[in-house]
Nanobody, 124 residues
Framework: QVQLVESGGGLVQAGGSLRLSCAAS????????MGWFRQAPGKEREFVAG????????LYSDFVKGRFTISRDNAKNTVYLQMNSLKPEDTAVYYC?????????????????WGQGTQVTVSS
């Protein structure tokens, strides 16, 4: 049983920044690849960023590369998503996910655990 608790979402104007956090339970957090996904109304859930268990490898979707940064602190059992230069197109519910089935989590079907999601709204 792994529980993921997200925080940090909110309302921000275009060009602003937010930092999302995902706190995980358990002593085996360092064994899991982590990822961030998002889902806008009427759209499929899509990959945003992923990070390996050790934090040595990261991957980003093309539409956030250069603006978002994923990181993790295994001592705190927490993964972060720093979002800068936000655009209205970034508006979505953002989900944290965990997997021990892949090196870097980029595919939602391989995720074993999901957080509850946190709303990010970017206004013009």
């Amino acid at each position: 049983q792994v529980q993921l608790v997200e925080s940090g979402g909110g309302l921000v104007q275009a060009g602003g920044s937010l930092r999302l956090s995902c706190a995980a339970s358990g002593r085996t957090f360092s064994n899991y690849a982590m990822g961030w996904f998002r889902q806008a109304p009427g759209k499929e859930r899509e990959f945003v960023a992923g990070i390996s268990a050790s934090g040595s490898s990261t991957l980003y979707s093309d539409f956030v590369k250069g603006r978002f940064t994923i990181s993790r602190d295994n001592a705190k059992n927490t993964v972060y998503l720093q979002m800068n230069s936000l655009k209205p197109e970034d508006t979505a519910v953002y989900y944290c996910a965990a997997s021990n089935r892949i090196q870097v989590l980029t595919t939602s079907s391989l995720a074993g655990y999901w957080g509850q999601g946190t709303q990010v709204t970017v206004s013009s």
